[in-house]
């Protein structure tokens, strides 16, 4: 991963510390592997923004920056309007590898927060959740990540937040910031693909 290209993503925005914090965590070389299976950073755009709508304008309003499962889905910042300075309150968007875009946390501190329950995210076209880690356990279909443990470690110590551990607490999270941000982005995406 490189750090220049991994910058070039943000479109002249100022990377939010949580991040930049992150990435120093994801590159030390104590952690070779999967920290989360919530969110990895990445350092070139999949395209998937794209594939919804190459309108300039609506690109130019997501800012890639993590996957979110493995099967390719990604997770944005969506920066409403020009005036916004900071991407620190910008809600964060996941697109779907199969379609589907939706709001997952009002910014990118639940975002990690929610990351630190270890489960990747469920995105179809028209639903989107976390899966109850206790059921995956009990069907064989859970592996947890490798560095979660010091994923944990990392989001109390230096980024100073909590860790979420319950999917019902991270369906609160999701259910808050799609009150507040859901139907905005519904009428966005429609405004482009509609």
Known sequence: MVKEEFTALFKGYKVPSEIKSLLEFQLSET????YSNAIYLID???GIIESVSDNEDFVNSFIPFAE??????IYAFWVQNKEVKTLDDCPIVVFGDEGGAFVV???VKELLQISAYDVEPVVYMDEFYFSDKEELIEEGEYDAAEFNKEY???LRTDAKLKPILTVEAIDDVIAVAQDQYGDALEQFVNKFVG
Request: charged share 20%; proline share 11%.
């Open 31 to 34: 952690i070779p592997s999967y």
């Open 44 to 46: 070139e755009d999949p």
């Open 68 to 73: 979110a499962n493995s099967t390719g889905s």
């Open 105 to 107: 946390s009002k910014n």
């Open 152 to 154: 944990l470690d990392w």
